[in-house]
């Protein structure tokens, strides 16, 4: 009967050991050993030299043979007095990292407690820093995200803070600071945003570069995401709003500023040609990797490229070749409006071998080998396609999509199993009648692949075009449109989904990075290769698929002494027409693009040739002459296909009222366009076929339009029309504008 006792003089020995006395005095003498160490601390760490200039160094860039392509580094800062810095923008600075800097003592012991403990809980960076401990880690130390360079931080701002004004901490601050754009410092970053002299920014300006601080990648406006614009601009008011709380901006004047929109950027000197769209991918790779841009351009880095020298010179040599010398850029406004993109890429690795991102880096900035704000048109449909075989779909009446498979071709047929009316007008407003899936992909009929991603499920075509590579967004719909390529894309989005088929659906992402070291640190390459995202037969069924396309279809300007497979396309008032293609070895994309001076999208129709400018045109032949070059002439390799359910393919159904063509495709087709009449009675989608060997499709060649279709309530099919197969429109993404 002891137990009860034994337990309450346990208990009661425990009180005795641990006291409210006890607790606070180990309490206190906690505080004491902790007050001290930070004591021997301060007098131990001293303030070191500045290091702001002498820590720059060049970053180097290499070919993949070791050759180096570009050396970067110079350091573009000039360093200006605070009297040449208007107050207002001063106080913007304040308001947008610091508001209680003029009271403080330099550090803001909360927040870099907070933000130590999540970089050594591994919970990444964390802010926290005043202005005089940020001034100390750009001018005095490194950026280093670890517990020993913030203990160090804080204790060299406590102690510049007692040895400087805060004029003189707030001044170092502003010209120490990275603004983006290869800007160093208030004066760099207000040339390099507003083409003036910071003496001349406005409060307005000096907001928006106080809010660049925080993320000067992410939040340069002209080349943001939506999200990012959306980001700065709310910093951009929280920066007026605190100025207006601390009595430094009046309500009237906040209440009529507008965001002031910066200009574009301009390179660097050394960054002419491709040489500038090069550094700046492999920079944005770095950055996707963990290294931040301040990293980068802090310098030191030795980076090896993917990039092959021959053949990076035989895509600009193919383009020169292809476009450029048929183009009268100086002298014919339309001409100057056509951007050239291409990406090329090693299906076995992952390898970006060549890129092409424009004229010249100096002269367009932009990257046509990595902006996404074209559609990808056509080159869509093999991703259509793709997803039918991976999930084993079936036709509306329950047969299994294959190569063989037939559908209707009837032009403005309704889609039959959507609660989305759709309607597409094939190319020409051209009727087919029933025409298998080879076919169709021959002759990019958009009727079919309307269909036939109804029969898929949008939703899953969706889920196969982002496992293959493609990047969603706000216009990535899952919408029968969608089968027409209506979203955004890159050509090094396209070169990787092109290659993941091409590697057996094995996930192929481009990488230019092969290697990166510095002097405290080496980056490990990301993968090229992943897993299988859908079946080999799926994949390999497409390739099989798109060989056609190469040999009889739309893309026959492309073939060569290469055996090869791809798709042209043709978006939305011609504003842009792709040829995407790969042979066993190699894969390229390849994209023309209408853009006017001020950046609209605009239409390429009368500009590299009279009508349109078709994906099986310039594109093709663009891919075409570096693909020869780049394999040295020619290649004996074939692709090793493991097809399902498409064996072997027997010739279409004839349509009535069709004419059957005995002549290989005209190299050019007529100018004047053709009316012809759909099939009055188009079979129902339930015809069924029996397979035999491929054959040359039969019909008859339309003319090239030279106007544009007109426009639809319906989403925009983005429409397209390539050079012939025998007998089929050139490309049929939509209807004629």
């Not at 950027?265 to 700046?280: A, D, F, K, S, W």
């Not at 802090?298 to 490229?305: D, E, F, S, V």
């Not at 169709?440 to 269909?451: C, D």
């Not at 005995?662 to 397979?691: F, G, M, N, Y």
Request: hydrophobic letters at 30%; aromatic letters at 6%.
């Amino acid at each position: 009967m002891g137990g009860p006792d034994k337990s309450k003089a346990k208990k009661r020995g425990l009180r005795r050991l641990f006291t409210w006395k006890k607790l606070l005095g180990t309490f206190f003498v906690l505080c004491l050993l902790v007050m001290g160490a930070l004591y021997v601390v301060y007098l131990m760490v001293p303030v070191p030299t500045a290091n702001a200039e002498a820590t720059m160094q060049s970053n180097i860039y290499k070919y993949s043979n070791g050759k180096v392509l570009a050396r970067t580094g110079r350091i573009n800062r000039e360093i200006v007095g605070l009297d040449r810095i208007p107050a207002q923008v001063q106080k913007a600075f304040v308001a947008a990292e610091n508001k209680t800097f003029y009271k403080d003592n330099g550090v803001d012991i909360k927040g870099t407690t907070r933000a130590a403990w999540s970089t050594v809980t591994g919970k990444g960076k964390q802010g926290g820093s005043t202005i005089t401990q940020q001034y100390v880690k750009n001018f005095y130390l490194s950026q280093d995200q670890t517990a020993t360079r913030k203990l160090k931080e804080m204790v060299i701002a406590i102690k510049v803070d007692r040895q400087s004004t805060k004029s003189e901490i707030l001044a170092g601050y502003m010209n120490t600071s990275y603004y983006g754009r290869s800007a160093y410092g208030i004066q760099a970053a207000a040339r390099s945003y507003y083409g003036v002299d910071a003496t001349r920014l406005t409060t307005a300006q000096g907001a928006y570069l106080a809010s660049l601080l925080q993320a000067p990648n992410q939040y340069d406006w002209t080349s943001a995401s939506s999200t990012g614009r959306k980001l700065v601009e709310e910093r951009w008011n929280y920066v007026l709003d605190n100025m207006v709380g601390e009595g430094w901006l009046s309500p009237s004047e906040r209440a009529g500023m507008k965001f002031p929109v910066p200009q574009k950027p301009r390179p660097l000197p050394g960054m002419e040609g491709q040489t500038g769209y090069i550094v700046e991918a492999a920079n944005q790779e770095l950055m996707r990797q963990g290294v931040s841009e301040e990293d980068i351009k802090a310098g030191g880095w030795t980076i090896t490229l993917s990039i092959d020298e021959k053949r990076q010179k035989a895509l600009v040599k193919a383009v020169d070749r292809q476009l450029e010398a048929k183009l009268d850029r100086k002298g014919d406004k339309k001409d100057a409006t056509v951007q050239a993109g291409a990406t090329s890429v090693d299906p076995r690795t992952g390898d970006v071998v060549a890129l092409y991102g424009g004229v010249g880096a100096t002269e367009h900035w932009t990257s046509n080998a990595t902006r996404r704000d074209y559609q990808p048109a056509s080159t869509f449909k093999p991703i259509v396609l793709a997803s039918a075989l991976d999930n084993r779909s079936v036709t509306q009446d329950g047969r299994e999509i294959a190569l063989g498979t037939v559908y209707d071709g009837t032009s403005k047929r309704p889609v039959v199993g959507s609660d989305i009316p759709f309607a597409p007008e094939n190319e020409d407003n051209r009727s087919y009648g029933p025409v298998t899936v080879q076919r169709g992909t021959n002759s990019s009929i958009n009727s079919v692949f309307a269909q036939m991603i109804v029969d898929v499920g949008a939703g899953r075509t969706k889920e196969t075009a982002l496992a293959l590579g493609m990047k969603d967004g706000a216009d990535f719909g899952a919408t029968p449109a969608m089968s027409l390529g209506t979203m955004g894309a890159s050509t090094m989005d396209m070169a990787g989904v092109y290659a993941t088929l091409d590697n057996h659906g094995k996930k192929v992402t481009p990488t230019l990075v092969k290697a990166a070291a510095h002097r405290d640190r080496t980056l490990s390459p990301a993968k090229g290769i992943g897993g299988q995202v859908i079946s080999r037969k799926a994949a390999d069924t497409v390739t099989k698929a798109m060989t056609g396309v190469v040999r009889n279809g739309s893309g026959f300007r492309a073939a060569g002494d290469y055996e090869a497979a791809g798709k042209t396309g043709t978006s939305e008032n011609n504003r842009s027409a792709w040829f995407v293609g790969y042979t066993p070895e190699l894969v390229t994309a390849v994209g023309l693009f209408g853009e006017d001076a001020k950046g609209n999208q605009v239409t390429l129709t009368n500009t590299i040739n009279q009508g349109r400018a078709n994906g099986g045109r310039t594109p093709a032949q663009i891919w075409g002459d570096y693909t020869e070059h780049a394999l040295n002439g020619g290649s004996d390799a074939s692709f090793d296909l493991e097809t399902e359910g498409a064996g072997d393919i027997g010739p279409d159904p004839t349509p009535t009222g069709s004419t059957e063509p005995t002549e290989k495709p005209t190299e050019e087709p007529t100018e004047e366009p053709t009316t012809r009449s759909p099939d009055p009675t188009p079979p129902p989608t339930s015809t069924a076929t029996t397979p035999a060997e491929p054959t040359r499709d039969p019909a008859t060649t339309p003319p090239e339009p030279t106007t544009a279709p007109p426009v639809t309530d319906e989403p925009s099919p983005p429409p397209s029309i390539e050079p012939p197969d025998p007998g089929a429109s050139e490309d049929t993404d939509g209807p004629r504008r």
